[in-house]
């Protein structure tokens, strides 16, 4: 196989006026800009979502506080959800997907670039509308800028009579559109990792990256479609006459909970699974051993994608479903452990007997996976529907989310960061800061999410702008709140590594990591043909084998 | 109001009870007295963990089953991880060579996934056992049904067979194990959906509006059971607090008989109640036996029976009352009831007459 690129006339690149470099970006249907853009967008919206949690916290520091009136806490909840999940979660794993599947599977760029460009520009054009509800949202005096009906606007409070103006229209539009943003780059994934692999490289010899980002494309068009099914019905109770959900008129409140969590439920193994792919590239590379059992992972991963989409109503146990349908939810909801444990297993497997090099990526993957497994066994708790009826909507289930989206989602992004920032920039981040970091990130996400599960368990449940003194609960808020400050001065510190790398770091060079998959042949960052040759691989670690001819990888597998 | 007194002295008499328990109890330090028993509710009167009714204990019993699973997975993978990361970190001078490259082992994964299953079923079958035992329960005929619907910001009670509207404080008896009386509850919502939890008495089951749901508590002990909305219902949800007055059966009989009476009206009719009669007031409430009867608030005719106004928000003292009345956004802001503009002397004259329905 080639390593070699041509070298691309960079300084040239720098120099063009500003205006049409800017020019370059908005108008690219190239796989990586395209990434990058994914990516720092997210990034922006993060502080949004950021400060809007941050604006909670401060309320709920204490009882009775007055830091936000009712009104504004509860826009700020339903702008932190909807912001983090559709605005952050999403674009910032399609973003490394769009970025490193052309790059792994030795393609020059995804199926339809074009189509590429356009979902980005959805997604995007979502996000503005939602964010411009603050200012266009009012419709009627007093009926209040920006949707505050729950980031899964339970009917029938999204009905006109109990939300005026037009908040919850932009939140149904924003997601309307971002929607067909998410079902294109899903389509968009698909195609490519089915038709563009390089020579050699069959289903078996991906990435595991690959295979797992190909589970979530194919979740997400299972799962966005009646998301987005279900707010064109709402639409059309709005203000066409509709009475899908409209309760008054003999609409279904619990079947909008049905179709929300047909996706919704979905929606957290669309977040997790590039999660569990990024840990599957860090982990091996700084343990220094091939990923433990390859093709039980493919198939863990692939049975979480089949079992996932069968346990939506584990988020309905309250709402009254009869004891064999809340019995089935139950057997499905426990049965995901199984695989979910067999990767966590395969992982510590890896890991062990390997040569573990704690780089800040590592650090953030094994962290993750001490955080993964307290957020599975909390899940095993809420799994048990009693259990739940107890738990369930209290302050338990939000620190158990919490665990899997930032314990387990964040912490793996925030490695898959410092881990492809070197191909991404032809950088080095500083380590010293990457580390920094981590511990106060750590020290941060602790102190808020594990005593988050404590008021839960004394009875405190979610979404209240304020609380009553003598429940027991101050002081958990206060250790809580406490924590925010520590996960914000961490991202600071990250935003601030990235920003100085990206001018003053060391160069890179083409593998820093000494890794194995595709992306590392190739100059950092990569030419905008990716490859000067296409690549023809054997094994799942193409590089391993031109490292080691002595001892290559294609003679075991 | 003789009912509410009565729980105030048996928590007294309670209290005194346990005063020499609480001795002993020193000694074995705090967890034991967290463990001692529902009188004086540990850590919070909200503790999921402090059952009083048999939902709720059954719950907690299987919850201690999960959670004894759940703690020895937790120690012994976190063990194994522990362990990995600290053994296999590389050294101050790194070897050159990579370690053994090894790809899996069908017997190991093998045992990861058995393993797994067989603990799963183990789970489901107890989870399974409760949800039936809870949600397939017996009806017996002694059970006291209460009808309890969901408002923005507020709880009605209805008892259609005992002819009481209340609201915002539940009453209902302790159900003695021996001659069990029940009380099952059917929850229906006027508006959004909301969600009923008072975690000592049961788990929580939602208000949906055209999806009656049911639930049942049998508390074995008197006293007072707090709770609140579960379910995002809008501005207010925060505000919407539940309390449950668990009473001996003599007590509860005492305030049926109370409550199911007309309101007790001076004669000749008071300026407070012609205000009241001629304001927007009788649109959304009711006092039995007078033109008020609105239905899109809570019930007035024995307001001053009740502990709270605002469902739990404020202590219902004269003072409470009247700046609720003055403007209810005081203390509830966004809740429903609008301030009506009324003059001093006429906030005044309103709150005297409501002092009055006993």
Not at chain 1, 258 to 273: C, S
Not at chain 2, 12 to 29: D, E, I, K, N, P
Not at chain 2, 78 to 107: C, H, I, M, N, W
């Amino acid at each position: 196989m080639s390593t070699e690129s041509i070298a691309l006339p960079l300084s040239g690149v720098s120099h063009r006026p500003l205006v049409e470099q800017l020019h370059q970006w908005v108008t690219t249907v190239d796989h990586k800009r395209l990434g990058i853009l994914y990516i720092l967008y997210a990034l922006l919206f993060l502080v949004f979502g950021g400060v809007e949690a941050t604006i909670m916290r401060i309320q709920l520091i204490r009882p009775h506080n007055n830091f936000v009136s009712p009104q504004v806490f509860n826009r700020m909840f339903t702008m932190h959800g909807t912001t983090m999940i559709f605005f952050v979660a999403m674009p910032i794993l399609f973003g490394f997907a769009n970025y490193l599947i052309p790059l792994m599977i030795g393609a020059r760029d995804m199926a339809y670039p074009r189509l590429n460009a356009f979902s980005f520009w959805m997604t995007a054009f979502g996000g503005l509308l939602l964010y411009f509800s603050f200012v266009g949202g009012d419709g009627l005096y007093g009926a209040g800028n920006a949707p505050d009906v729950g980031w899964f606007a339970y009917a029938p409070l999204t009905s006109q009579t109990f939300s005026r103006g037009h908040s919850t229209d932009f939140w149904i539009l924003s997601l309307l559109v971002s929607g067909f943003g998410s079902i294109g780059t899903a389509i968009n994934i698909i195609a490519t990792i089915l038709c563009m692999r390089c020579r050699g490289m069959t289903l078996a010899k991906m990435p595991l990256l690959v295979w797992l980002n190909l589970v979530m494309a194919g979740l997400v068009v299972l799962a966005v479609s009646p998301l987005t099914a279900a707010q064109l019905m709402l639409l059309v109770d709005r203000y066409l006459g509709g009475h899908f959900f409209d309760t008054q008129a003999g609409g279904s409140a619990v079947i909008w909970m049905h179709f929300f969590w047909v996706f919704g439920h979905p929606e957290v193994y669309v977040l997790v699974i590039p999660a569990f792919a990024f840990a599957s590239e860090i982990i091996p590379v700084f343990s220094r051993k091939a990923i433990f059992g390859y093709p039980v992972m493919v198939a863990a991963t692939i049975c979480i994608g089949f079992i996932g989409m069968s346990v939506w109503a584990h988020h309905m146990f309250t709402v009254g479903m009869s004891s064999s349908a809340n019995t089935f939810f139950v057997l499905s909801t426990m049965a995901i452990a199984v695989p979910t444990g067999i990767k966590i297993f395969n992982w510590l497997a890896t890991i062990w007997g390997g040569q573990i090099q704690f780089k800040t990526p590592m650090l953030f993957c094994v962290a993750f996976l001490f955080q993964f497994l307290v957020a599975g066994l909390t899940g095993i708790m809420l799994s048990a529907a009693p259990f739940d009826w107890q738990l369930g909507n209290s302050y338990f289930v939000i620190a158990h989310f919490h665990y899997v989206i930032v314990g387990g989602i964040l912490f793996t992004l925030f490695g898959a960061f410092y881990y492809w920032f070197p191909k991404m920039s032809g950088r080095m981040y500083n380590e010293t800061f990457g580390k920094l970091h981590f511990w106060l990130f750590f020290i941060g996400f602790h102190l808020t999410f594990d005593f988050m599960h404590i008021p839960g368990i004394l009875g405190m449940p979610r979404r209240i702008y304020t609380y009553e003194p003598g429940r027991g609960w101050d002081i958990w808020n206060l250790i809580v709140t406490v924590g925010v400050f520590f996960q914000a001065a961490g991202v600071l510190v990250f935003i601030g590594n990235l920003l100085r790398s990206y001018w003053r770091g060391e160069i890179a060079g083409s593998d820093p990591w000494d890794a194995w998959t595709l992306e590392w042949s190739t100059t950092s960052p990569p030419p905008t043909y990716n490859f000067a040759a296409i690549p023809v691989v054997k094994s799942r670690r193409p590089l391993w084998d031109l490292k080691h001819p002595e001892d290559p990888d294609w003679q075991y597998e | 109001m003789s009912g509410r007194r009565k729980i105030a002295i048996a928590g007294v008499a309670g209290s005194l009870r346990t005063h020499t328990a609480r001795a002993v109890f020193l000694f074995y330090g705090s967890a034991v007295t967290a463990l001692a028993g529902p009188a004086r509710p540990p850590l919070s009167p909200t503790n999921i963990f402090a059952p009083v009714s048999t939902p709720a204990q059954s719950i907690l019993e299987l919850s201690r089953f999960v959670l004894t699973v759940t703690a020895a997975i937790f120690i012994l993978v976190f063990s194994l991880l522990a362990y990995a990361v600290v053994k296999f970190r590389q050294g101050r001078s790194p070897d050159d060579r990579e370690p053994a490259q090894v790809y899996g082992s069908t017997q190991l994964e093998l045992a990861w996934t058995v393993i797994p299953i067989l603990i799963v079923v183990v789970l489901f079958l107890t989870a399974a056992r409760v949800i039936a035992s809870i949600q397939n329960a017996a009806h017996p005929s002694t059970a006291i049904e209460v009808t309890v619907i969901g408002h923005q910001f507020w709880w009605e009670y209805r008892y259609p067979s005992l002819r009481v509207v209340a609201a915002n404080e539940l009453h209902i008896p302790v159900s003695d194990p021996a001659h069990p009386t029940p009380t099952f509850l059917t929850l229906l919502s006027a508006d959004t959906d909301h969600s009923f939890w008072v975690p000592r008495l049961a788990g929580k089951t939602d208000l949906i509006p055209n999806h009656p749901n049911s639930m049942w508590l049998d508390p074995h002990e008197t006293g007072l059971y707090l709770g609140q909305c579960a379910q995002y219902c809008g501005t207010q949800h925060a505000k919407m607090l539940l309390r449950v007055y668990v009473q001996t059966r003599d007590d509860f009989d005492r305030w049926i008989q109370q409550q199911s009476q007309p309101a007790q009206l001076n004669d000749p009719v008071s300026e407070g109640q012609q205000i009241f009669e001629r304001t927007a007031c009788i649109n959304c409430h009711a006092v039995a036996g007078t033109v008020a009867n609105g239905r899109f608030g809570p019930d007035l005719s024995h307001l001053m029976s009740r502990d709270t106004i605002a469902s739990g928000a404020a202590a219902n003292t004269p003072e409470n009352l009247r700046s609720w009345i003055q403007d209810p956004a005081i203390i509830k802001p966004g809740c429903k009831m609008p301030a009506m503009g009324l003059s001093d002397p006429e906030v005044n004259a309103v709150t005297q007459y409501l002092e009055t329905l006993h």
